[in-house]
Antibody
Framework: EVNLLESGGGLVQPGGSLRLSCAAS????????MRWVRQAPGKGLEWVSG????????YYADSVKGRFTISRDNSKNTLYLEMRLLRVDDTAFYYC???????????????WGRGTTVAVSS | DIQMTQSPPSLSASVGDRVTITCQAS??????LHWYQQRPGEAPKPLIF???NLEAGVPSRFSGGGSGTQFTFTISNLQPEDIATYFC?????????FGGGTKVEIK
């Protein structure tokens, strides 16, 4: 069974940093693109970042570019999101998501983790 | 960025009703439109990918259609467990963008 388990969320002050992790199991991790999607409290869904299966290509939403870094360790089946210079408007539930394919426009976001909460507040 | 306009924002229908949600893209996204269900307190669940393909294990009362800029999502026989918010999402061009969601309630 495919499973994604996020960790690393928490409460942080504005300007602070956090590192989210996503442990993947049940599939060949390196064969698939992975993404982070967030959802602010009571709001809709926002794509944050994506990374190809090899890790060689990365993409970011303008709202996080230059502050967040996505990476993956295929030997550990783990996805990461390093978040720096956090702002109040980064407060959200962060989901780790597996693509159906490796960075194809088709297929959609096939598997979602349960998410982890990031709260940025003074 | 491609804007996804989803309507209606909310709807209330009776058990057994046919419910249709629409999603309009601000430019041609071919068939790269996907639908998700999010129940309260849960992660989104994929229902339809590439406009009309049903995810494995999803009941056949859910269906999707359309291409280009106009897409529809239909629940043909609304059930109590379908109470949720439904989102569309395009993947034709980065950044991936989502519709604002449609909250479905039972009368």
């Amino acid at each position: 069974e495919v499973n994604l388990l996020e960790s690393g969320g928490g409460l942080v002050q504005p300007g602070g940093s956090l590192r989210l992790s996503c442990a993947a199991s049940g599939f060949t991790f390196s064969d698939y693109a992975m993404r982070w999607v967030r959802q602010a409290p009571g709001k809709g869904l926002e794509w944050v970042s994506g990374i190809s299966g090899s890790g060689g290509s990365t993409y970011y939403a303008d709202s996080v570019k230059g502050r967040f870094t996505i990476s993956r360790d295929n030997s550990k089946n783990t996805l990461y999101l390093e978040m720096r210079l956090l702002r109040v408007d980064d407060t959200a539930f962060y989901y780790c998501v597996k693509d159906r394919y490796d960075f194809s426009p088709g297929g959609g976001l096939q598997v979602w983790g349960r998410g982890t909460t990031v709260a940025v507040s003074s | 960025d491609i804007q996804m306009t989803q309507s209606p924002p909310s709807l209330s229908a009776s058990v057994g009703d046919r419910v249709t949600i629409t999603c309009q893209a601000s430019e041609d996204i071919r068939k790269f439109l996907h639908w998700y269900q999010q129940r309260p307190g849960e992660a989104p669940k994929p229902l339809i990918f590439d406009a009309s393909n049903l995810e494995a294990g999803v009941p056949s009362r859910f269906s999707g259609g359309g291409s280009g800029t106009q897409f529809t999502f239909t629940i043909s026989n609304l059930q109590p467990e379908d109470i949720a918010t439904y989102f569309c999402q395009q993947s034709h061009i980065l950044p991936l963008t989502f519709g604002g969601g449609t909250k479905v309630e039972i009368k």
